[in-house]
Nanobody
Framework: QVQLVESGGGLVQAGGSLRLSCAAS????????MGWYRQAPGKQRDLVAA???????NYADSVIGRFTISRDDAKNTVYLQMNSLKPEDTAVYYC??????????WGQGTQVTVSS
């Protein structure tokens, strides 16, 4: 079992930055693929960024060049640095963890609101 707790969300003006953190407990995440998804009101939950256990990253087209995902396995934590934020980035951001075997895990989400 992996428990994921997100933090770092909030209200920011367009053009600003936020850094989200996802602290994992219950099990090490060093062999897990990790990622961030987001869901805006009335929309589906979409992948924002992912990082494999080996460090390979993948980003949604809309955030390339603005967001950076990273991981610190020693701290069992994953980060999402978000720069040049836009109003359309407003959503609840969820941390995701996929072990080598078994089901994926989700955090409870953190709200990010970008004002214009």
């Amino acid at each position: 079992q992996v428990q994921l707790v997100e933090s770092g969300g909030g209200l920011v003006q367009a053009g600003g930055s936020l850094r989200l953190s996802c602290a994992a407990s219950g099990s090490t995440i060093s062999r897990n693929d990790m990622g961030w998804y987001r869901q805006a009101p009335g929309k589906q939950r979409d992948l924002v960024a992912a990082i494999a256990s080996g460090g390979t990253t993948n980003y949604a087209d809309s955030v390339i060049g603005r967001f950076t995902i990273s991981r610190d396995d020693a701290k069992n934590t994953v980060y999402l640095q978000m720069n040049s934020l836009k109003p359309e980035d407003t959503a609840v951001y969820y941390c995701w963890s996929r072990p080598l075997r078994g089901r994926s895990y989700w955090g409870q989400g953190t709200q990010v609101t970008v004002s214009s």
